[in-house]
């Protein structure tokens, strides 16, 4: 088991970053990968970006390319995501997961955190 907590969500204004993190803790040798995800009000859980846990290989959701940057540690205990440009789409809750793949979708991700709520106003 792997597990995993999510920090730094918050209240904040169009055009305003911020940057969550993810603590893990567990069987961590088991992770190949990890993953942002999140999920809005009346929409699927959609994928933010991933990143390989060794290589350090990074993907992202086309549309997020550019302002959403994922990254982890030296020691590789936590996953970050750096977030700029704010805009109020940017609105969920947001959520990092663990798992053997290097996957797009949800489903790929064994071990998920609770999440924390990022609110973007206009």
């Known amino acids: 088991q792997v597990q995993l907590v999510e920090s730094g969500g918050g209240l904040v204004q169009a055009g305003d970053s911020l940057r969550l993190s993810c603590a893990t803790s567990g069987r961590t040798f088991s992770v190949y990968a990890m993953g942002w995800f999140r999920q809005a009000p009346g929409k699927e859980r959609e994928f933010v970006g991933a990143?390989?846990?060794?290589?350090?290989?990074?993907k992202y959701a086309d549309a997020l390319k550019g302002r959403f940057t994922i990254s982890r540690d030296a020691a590789k205990t936590t996953l970050y995501l750096q977030m700029n440009s704010l805009i109020p789409e940017d609105t969920a809750r947001y959520y990092c997961?663990?798992?053997?793949?290097?996957?797009?979708?949800?489903?790929?991700?064994?071990?998920w955190g609770q999440g924390t709520q990022v609110t973007v106003s206009s």
């Open positions: 997961a663990a798992g053997d793949r290097f996957g797009y979708r949800w489903d790929q991700y064994n071990n």
């Open positions: 990143i390989t846990w060794s290589e350090g290989l990074t």
